[in-house]
């Protein structure tokens, strides 16, 4: 079990901070955070770093999927802080901030100093990877509570994905597997506080 | 045991074919007890119609998730690209999987259906509340072996474990099952297909409407861009089909699903449950006040815990409420004092409308015993589905399809909805209006 984030138990905003701190970051380091990677995003989060902001993520052909993450998304951008834009080149969607982005941050803040740290973490270690990297290793996590040992988990991987080859998942398990994303997995819930 | 395939009449689809297979599944205890289930609890209270059941709901389930799936195998059949391959043999399974898991979905509701959940017991793996689903699962796994596993039509050797999983989906599916999953949960599921025209129809209400002919019609296979997974989308020419639907689950929400006086009920709904567990069981269970949950230390213990639960039915709690031995809550149902909706939010508030809400409105109105709704804890929501994928070629596995917010304007313009509301029980309504006047 991991330990709940404290949270208005009316309105959620912490949850819309978390989304709009994704979103802010991103855009300050001119990166592209699109829907399928703030799925992934949040989900290693709370799987790989134990901060459980009480999103039940569920696993379909396109990796893990949690539809409140969606739905959150929406509602932060009717908030105003998101603009969400398609690129027809890519075939995917562009987070960028809204005019209330650092509104939903401050109306959230107490969570932020303790996720800051997994934050940094995260964004520099998969922050300019591709939705399709990012779904193959957030599958690897998902499928990791399954089994452990790591030809199983490659061979249950490949049932999911087979687009692609065994080569590329043990590769990409053995980064998550070196970055601390397994291990972590499957530790022991934190402690948190936070400024709230 | 070879019998015959038989026809049942099920308002919105007609004639509904079953295998003599289904028949004896349908004819088991655990699925007979969902005629005793209503689909919308207390919804009759507000549309005198809507006391349709779990039962009927779950034959239209079956019949949806089945149209849906022999839309989609030809393309799959037809298409030399796949790896891995779906065989016939994959194909045959799958049907078989898919029609029964949609028939047996909704097994594990309670009394009231969602109404009943806020009183089920806390999973101590999660370290949250059990949820229909969980007992669905245990339900078909430790009660329906004999009409599943063992049954002599079963050439496939389909078993009841197979369809908890792929009911609960623990990530060891394998794609040629995975895929078929969003028939049963997912952004054009067979469940609210079934649901939103079936609700309709009862409570006799139009905005259920949609054309599932179209849609069922207009599926499509597509390999997304982003990440070339294959998913379920729509053909172009099924844009307004989805439209439809998309209205109708919003339409169904305002109306029906968080109508101000349903919401009421579905509160005391829950305390009657609450007060009668406690009356039957004390804390035999843990927590007071809840279920015999669906597990135990062992299979025969479970079994116990299950055969406790089937025993809870809407008419034994009717009753309870007709002989005033249902506390409280069963008194207000009785005479219809239910609580009262005295001050709401816009559908879409903005963050100035909240911050009103809760620190103007609010205070004003807890010491009346005044508590918070909002659309959120609804077990229906409005979910938009602007992530639908739209096929931007005639034929075949469509390579580039595009979301459907990027096709349909009408789409893109809906918002979630996260109206909240303030109830205050019904003798204070009064003293609560003038206190919230300027």
Redesign the interface.
């Known amino acids: 079990?991991?330990d709940p984030m404290p949270s208005n138990p009316?309105?959620?905003w912490e949850r819309y901070a978390l989304i709009a701190e994704f979103i802010r970051r991103f855009d300050a380091q001119g990166m592209t955070l699109?829907?399928?990677a703030l799925q992934k995003m949040i989900f290693l989060l709370q799987r790989a770093f134990r901060f459980d902001f009480d999103y039940g993520f569920?696993?379909?052909?396109?990796?893990p999927f949690c539809?409140d993450v969606?739905?959150d998304l929406?509602?932060v951008r009717?908030?105003g802080g998101a603009e969400i834009a398609?690129d027809?080149n890519?075939?995917?969607?562009e987070l960028r901030p809204g005019p209330?982005v650092d509104?939903l941050r401050t109306?959230g803040s107490g969570i932020l100093p303790a996720i800051s740290g997994a934050l940094d973490q995260l964004v520099a270690d998969y922050g300019r990877a591709?939705?399709?990297e990012l779904?193959l290793r957030s599958t690897i996590v998902?499928?990791a509570?399954?089994d452990q040992n790591k030809e199983a988990l490659v061979k249950?991987v490949r049932?999911?994905?087979?687009?692609f080859s065994d080569a590329q998942i043990e590769a990409a398990r053995r980064e998550l597997e070196e970055r601390g994303y397994l291990g972590r997995a499957i530790e022991a819930p934190r402690t948190l506080t936070t400024g709230n | 045991m070879a019998g015959s395939d038989k026809i049942v009449r099920v308002p919105i689809h007609g004639f509904v074919k079953l295998s003599p297979w289904e028949q004896d599944v349908i004819d088991h205890r655990v699925f007979q007890r969902l005629r005793h289930v209503r689909q919308l609890a207390l919804t009759e209270m507000v549309y005198p119609g809507a006391c349709h059941s779990r039962f009927e709901h779950s034959l239209g389930v079956m019949q949806v998730a089945s149209m849906m799936f022999d839309q989609l195998r030809p393309q799959l059949e037809t298409s030399g690209q796949l790896e891995p391959r779906f065989s016939k043999d994959d194909l045959e399974k799958a049907r078989v999987i898919v029609r029964l898991s949609a028939l047996l979905h909704d097994v594990g509701h309670c009394p009231f259906s969602h109404a009943g959940e806020d009183v089920m017991p806390t999973n101590p793996l999660r370290g949250k509340k059990h949820k229909h689903e969980d007992y669905s699962a245990a339900l078909i796994r430790h009660c329906m072996g004999d009409v599943i596993d063992g049954h002599p039509a079963n050439e496939l050797k389909v078993s009841a474990d197979e369809i908890c999983t792929f009911l609960q989906n623990d990530g060891s599916l394998p794609l040629q099952l995975l895929f078929w999953r969003p028939l049963i949960t997912g952004q054009m599921d067979a469940d609210r297909a079934d649901y939103l025209l079936r609700d309709s129809h009862h409570a006799g209400v139009a905005y259920g409407q949609y054309d599932i002919n179209r849609l069922v019609a207009t599926l499509r296979v597509v390999r997304d861009r982003e990440t070339e997974n294959l998913m379920i989308g729509i053909e172009t020419g099924g844009i307004q089909a989805v439209e439809g639907l998309i209205l109708a689950r919003y339409m169904m929400f305002i109306q029906v699903y968080f109508h101000h006086t349903r919401r009421a009920y579905d509160r005391h709904v829950t305390g009657v449950l609450g007060h009668l567990l406690a009356q039957e069981y004390g804390d035999r269970y843990g927590a007071r006040g809840t279920f015999p949950p669906p597990s135990g230390d062992e299979v025969r213990t479970a079994v116990q815990n299950l055969d406790e639960f089937l025993r809870w039915t809407d008419p034994r709690v009717w009753q309870a409420i007709e002989n005033d031995s249902a506390g409280p809550h069963g008194v207000l149902i009785k005479s219809r004092h239910h609580d009262r909706r005295v001050h709401e939010t816009s559908h879409f508030p903005s963050t100035p409308e909240l911050d009103h809400f809760y620190e103007v409105a609010l205070p004003k109105l807890r010491t009346m015993g005044g508590y918070v709704d909002k659309a959120d804890n609804s077990w229906y929501k409005f979910d938009k589905s602007a992530d639908i994928r739209v096929a931007t070629s005639d034929r075949g596995i469509d390579p580039a399809p595009v979301p459907l917010s990027e096709r349909s304007s009408l789409v893109r313009a809906l918002e979630e909805v996260t109206q909240r509301r303030v109830y205050v029980p019904w003798a204070s309504k009064e003293k609560a209006k003038r206190a919230l006047r300027p």
């Open positions: 079990m991991l009316e309105i959620p699109g829907k399928t569920t696993l379909y052909t396109y990796g539809v969606a739905r929406d509602i009717g908030f398609y027809a890519r075939g995917g969607y209330a509104e109306r591709t939705a399709k779904e998902f499928l509570r399954q249950l049932q999911v994905k087979p687009h």
